[in-house]
């Protein structure tokens, strides 16, 4: 994935030095480590694991957020529209939902306010709503299917994740199916220029992963991403993920997606392997 020019086999050599020290670096995970890397100027990629499924947990607000975009653009919604949201529309204690906490009693609020919920704060009861607003799961699909990714599965709310452990698991993506979604953002297929620049500002703005793809990159480069997490259910986490597009030094853009699945490692440890994981891709591309 190197920048300047250089011979085949150089480039070769390069690659595998970079895949091995990847692969090295998903070791501590103890558990099933996918990213896949993509510079969009160049056409340069790497994977490892790039066609295997893996939950995406509050990863798929991100395509979420782009399908209500896009009935924003096509005038079906409105990010000024009031929307009521009852209480019984709020996801389990157990899970994130700042709304959910702040007003316990329900809201009447905007669906751009719950747009930023959903992305930034990773709120799920935000999320939940806005699926429906959208059509549900099948809009959802359909939507994605119009711009060519076929390696998502957005079928399940935030609810019904909550309820069952075992759900996470069909809701889910492949690494370079993730990367093909950021690409097609960072070329402004699937949404108008506004709603493009809106999702990134909402996506770099948002507090979730400090630790992760952004943790170990040089202070001020920009990382529009969005974070996954599950629970810990017997000594084992299904999910720390966190996918994103990080601007190079050289003004070129990286999509990157790192999804760990399955681990027995600590918290700390599972963010640490994203975190040096984006940092030798960010070191090679840069």
């Known amino acids: 994935m190197a920048q300047q020019p250089t011979t085949a086999p150089t480039r070769a050599a390069s690659l595998h030095t970079l895949r091995q020290q990847l692969n090295g670096l998903t070791q501590p995970a103890q558990g099933r480590v996918g990213m896949a890397a993509l510079v969009l100027e160049t056409g340069d990629t790497l994977s490892i694991r790039g066609n295997e499924r893996f939950p995406m947990q509050s990863v798929y607000k991100f395509p979420i957020g782009m399908a209500v975009l896009h009935q924003v653009d096509q005038g079906k919604l409105s990010l000024n529209q009031l929307i009521h949201v009852d209480k019984g529309e709020y996801v389990g204690s157990k899970q994130h939902s700042p709304i959910r906490d702040s007003l316990p009693g329900g809201i009447d609020i905007r669906i751009g306010d719950l747009l930023r919920y959903a992305v930034s704060q990773s709120d799920g009861s935000a999320s939940d709503v806005l699926m429906r607003l959208v059509g549900g799961p099948t ?147 840069r």
């Open 139 to 285: 809009a959802i699909m359909a939507y994605l299917k119009s711009l060519n990714i076929n390696s998502i599965r957005v079928l399940n709310t935030e609810k019904e994740l909550g309820r069952d452990n075992t759900v996470q698991y069909v809701n889910w993506a492949t690494p370079t199916g993730m990367v093909g979604l950021l690409k097609a953002v960072q070329q402004g297929r699937g949404l108008s220029p506004a709603s493009r620049a809106l999702l990134l500002r909402l996506m770099t703005e948002t507090p979730t992963g400090p630790n992760r793809l952004k943790s170990l990159l040089p202070p001020g480069t920009v990382v529009a991403h969005k974070t996954g997490s599950s629970g810990t259910v017997a000594n084992l986490t299904a999910a720390t993920n966190d996918v994103g597009l990080i601007t190079l030094p050289n003004g070129h853009h990286l999509a990157l997606a790192v999804f760990v699945s399955d681990s027995k490692a600590a918290p700390p440890t599972r963010e640490a392997v994203i975190a040096n994981m984006a940092k030798v891709v960010w070191e090679h591309c």
